[in-house]
Nanobody, 119 residues
Framework: QVQLMESGGGLVQAGGSLSLSCAVS????????MAWFRQAPGKEREFVAI???????AYADSVKGRFTISRDDAKSSVHLQMESLKPEDTAVYFC?????????????WGQGTQVTVSS
């Protein structure tokens, strides 16, 4: 059974930085496309970043240039380095995994970690 566990969320002032991590257990991590999503209060979940060995890296326009996704296949983990945070980045952040090269939907999800950016 594949399980994803996010960590690293917290409270930060606008302009600050946070680093999120997602540890994956079960399955073959190197075969998964990994992604980060977020969901703000009262809003739908939205795409943040994706890392696919086959198809590359991509970011939502709203985070491009500020967020960096990376992965460590030896440690079965994916990370999201967030810089120059804004209050509108406040959300629950989820990591997701799927075997497809560029998934339209994701098979596995973590429970989420809260990121709060104060103004």
């Amino acid at each position: 059974q594949v399980q994803l566990m996010e960590s690293g969320g917290g409270l930060v002032q606008a302009g600050g930085s946070l680093s999120l991590s997602c540890a994956v257990s079960g399955g073959t991590f190197s075969s998964y496309t990994m992604a980060w999503f977020r969901q703000a209060p009262g809003k739908e979940r939205e795409f943040v970043a994706i890392f696919s060995w086959s198809s590359g890296i991509a970011y939502a326009d709203s985070v491009k240039g500020r967020f960096t996704i990376s992965r460590d296949d030896a440690k079965s983990s994916v990370h999201l380095q967030m810089e120059s945070l804004k209050p509108e980045d406040t959300a629950v952040y989820f990591c997701a995994a799927d075997r497809a090269y560029w998934p339209r939907t994701y098979e596995y999800w973590g429970q989420g970690t809260q990121v709060t950016v104060s103004s």
